[in-house]
């Protein structure tokens, strides 16, 4: 296996560790950023489903009697996100060592448009 693979694979099974790594200091190898930049926006959409419905189930627990059922209802969501960003992560990680520069469904779009 190529050492362009690994780099590309350890970008999504370490998370913010191995992309991290990958845009930090092997800059030069495409496969490795292509997918370090997969894995980024993975990370960035787990992170920010998860605050929206943070500060979305906080403005509306303040609703008397049914505002805390809807934010407590509305985690489901966030579940379903997860399980999508799952997916996603592998079918990542199976991409990564096909050497295939390939976006994620959904969200690999925005992974094309991170500079560098």
């Known amino acids: 296996m ?34 370090a930049k997969q894995s980024l926006v993975l990370t960035l959409v787990a992170i920010g489903s998860l605050a929206m419905w943070l500060l979305g189930s906080w403005a509306i627990s303040w609703v008397p009697l049914v505002g805390p059922l809807i934010a407590a209802a509305t985690f489901s969501q966030v579940v379903l996100v997860y399980i999508f960003l799952t997916v996603a992560w592998m079918m990542g990680m199976v991409r990564a060592l096909q050497a295939k520069m390939q976006p994620l469904p959904l969200v690999g779009k925005w992974g094309e448009r991170i500079p560098g």
């Open 2 to 35: 190529s050492k362009q693979r690994v780099l590309a694979f350890l970008a999504y099974l370490l998370s913010v560790l191995g992309w991290l790594y990958v845009l930090l200091f092997q800059r030069d190898d495409k496969l490795a950023v292509y997918h």
